[in-house]
């Protein structure tokens, strides 16, 4: 059976109707949704819980009430495969991010997804597959605005997509 996911991050907005078109035209297309942290706001949080299969993190920008609903990281296990979810939850400056959030799981992932950088990436290191899809709404100077489509079948298949 094959998956196919919707990956953000950084949203930092209030609502579903404040992300861009692309990503929720996309939410309909998808059998899950999952959100490496930094939404801003518990509305937006419940909006996606209500809208599909929801598989989220907080990150370090959000408040009390998204931190008491959801977990600092996730080890989900789809179609076989073994993902970790972080943000990382802590913050602080991007360097060795990769290190950061593969220590925060104690068993062989197959792939993680993290937010926090705003600077979407896929990239394997040591038979780890990482994807942070950057952020929708605010990136950094030189970064796009971005999500990742990830297939999952008889392998993973991210596909960054430019919004």
């Not at 949203?11 to 990503?23: A, F, I, W």
């Not at 959000?62 to 600092?72: A, E, H, N, Q, V």
């Not at 991010?97 to 104690?106: E, G, P």
């Not at 899809?133 to 971005?146: E, I, L, Q």
Request: charged fraction near 25%; charge should be neutral.
């Amino acid at each position: 059976m094959m998956l196919k996911v919707l990956v953000v991050s950084d949203t930092h907005c209030s609502t579903l109707n404040q992300l861009p078109k692309k990503v929720i035209d996309e939410i309909s297309k998808v059998d899950a949704i999952i959100h490496a942290g930094d939404y801003t706001s518990i509305d937006l949080v419940n909006e996606l819980k209500s809208s599909k299969n929801f598989f989220g993190v907080y990150g370090n920008m959000d408040d009390l009430k998204i931190k008491t609903s959801l977990s600092d990281q996730l080890l989900l296990e789809l179609n076989g495969f073994k993902i970790g979810v972080t943000h990382p939850p802590e913050g602080g400056p991007p360097f060795g991010i990769k290190k950061k959030v593969i220590a925060q799981f104690d068993e062989k992932l197959d792939g993680i997804i993290y937010g926090h950088t705003h600077k979407p990436e896929i990239i394997e290191s040591e038979g780890v597959l990482f994807m942070n899809p950057g952020s929708t709404s605010k990136p950094f100077p030189m970064c796009p605005k971005a999500m990742i489509i990830l297939t999952i079948s008889n392998k993973l298949e991210p596909k960054l997509v430019n919004l």
